[in-house]
């Protein structure tokens, strides 16, 4: 008499068992791009950068709508911002997920792959603000600056009467011209040894600085530095979430 295990392979493994396989609903491939347009659509929430992520399938199931965007969205970098009552005000499309190979380690330490760094803001308005740790040249005391997280920015921007203070000479920076949410402007690009997000150092980062006056005096946290992370902002609990790549 065959034992329990082996009807048990048997239903798998045979015509009932495939049948029943074939038979299970299977969740469907759909475009992320048109896919998050239809449910924005539904449930209201605002897209950025959506056409980053034309070309891409994707898994598209049912349930909630976390759940959803959960399937939709994991093969793309995200950020999903929650309105303070727990819904989705809006979702910042960055790429399709690619491999992020940090720098060679130096004297601090990096975050380990999947450790959540969770940072308080501030809010201006329906933006967010941090504070993080700016490491200039050696020598130079590690400056405390207060800056606007925005997705758009290609790099992170400072106010170019920062640079004395983080022991950068324009001479050793290279002139560029860049786009802002103001047009065209010059900028200087260079690099910072670190930046130091809570008790992380995040090493070698490219920045950009702009004219005090063209900025406002704000600076920005943009995706020379965000872009090594998977964010989430909290609306309800002022919050960013940052997971390295």
Known sequence: MPSVLALVSLLLTGPIGLAWAQSVPQPAQVEVAAELRRLSAEFG?????VERSEGIKARAGGGSLPDRLRLLLEDVDHVIVQRPDGGIERIIILGEKGVYIPPPAGNGSQPESGEAIVLATQRQGSSHLVTLG??????IPQIQATLLIDT???RVVLPASWMPRLGLASENLAAQTVQTANGLVEALIGRLPAIWVGPKRIEDVEVAFID???L???????MSL????RMTIDDAKNQ???IPK
């Open 45 to 49: 929430f605002a897209l950025r950068g």
């Open 134 to 139: 700016l490491e200039g040249s050696t020598g």
């Open 152 to 154: 758009g920015a290609e």
């Open 212 to 214: 005090d006056q063209r």
């Open 216 to 222: 406002g005096g704000a600076a920005l946290a943009g």
């Open 226 to 229: 965000l872009g090594r992370f």
């Open 240 to 242: 960013l979430s940052l």
